[in-house]
């Protein structure tokens, strides 16, 4: 069995990064579509003109969380990377003038953003005692100020 949910967990990975990585292209080249759907989204927020700053910026992560998945003891950090990216695409799809089917398709950029925000739970779910492992090894070196440490 732990065979199985380690072939599942690079398998999700792989389909994360191919989204991620697919989607670069419209990202980084500043594609009509991506550039409509990025200035809906910075208008929306109140942040008139700086479409290709969150563009560029949503992509980067994106690349990163790619990278990051196949990195075997790094690639629970991509999955949340990955997560949270998405948290963010959903919500914006749900509560901004985008909605789930902006370009008419039958919402598809929105199915593979819960596509992908489940399988990075999944992947953080199967990589957990990784995770585990990451925080204890780094937490000593995150500045915390002293009123937030536990006694």
Do not use: N
Not at 48 to 73: C, N, V
Not at 97 to 110: E, I, Q, R, S, T
Request: aromatic fraction near 16%; include cysteine.
């Amino acid at each position: 069995m732990q065979k199985f949910r380690g072939l599942a967990a690079w398998a999700m990975a792989a389909y994360m990064a191919y989204i991620f990585v697919w989607y670069l292209q419209y990202k980084f080249t500043g594609d009509d579509g991506s550039v409509w759907l990025f200035t809906v989204l910075t208008d929306w927020l109140g942040f008139h003109g700086h479409e290709k700053f969150m563009r560029i910026g949503t992509g980067s992560a994106e690349l990163a969380a790619a990278i990051l998945l196949f990195i075997p003891p790094l690639q629970v950090l991509g999955a949340a990377m990955g997560f949270c990216i998405m948290s963010g695409a959903i919500f914006f799809h749900l509560v901004s003038p985008l909605g789930v089917d902006p370009y008419g398709d039958g919402g598809v950029l929105f199915r593979e953003a819960c596509t992908v925000w489940v399988f990075g739970i999944a992947i953080m779910v199967i990589r957990r005692r990784r995770g585990v492992e990451l925080i204890e090894r780094y937490l000593p070196f995150i500045p915390i100020p002293a009123k937030l440490r536990a006694p």
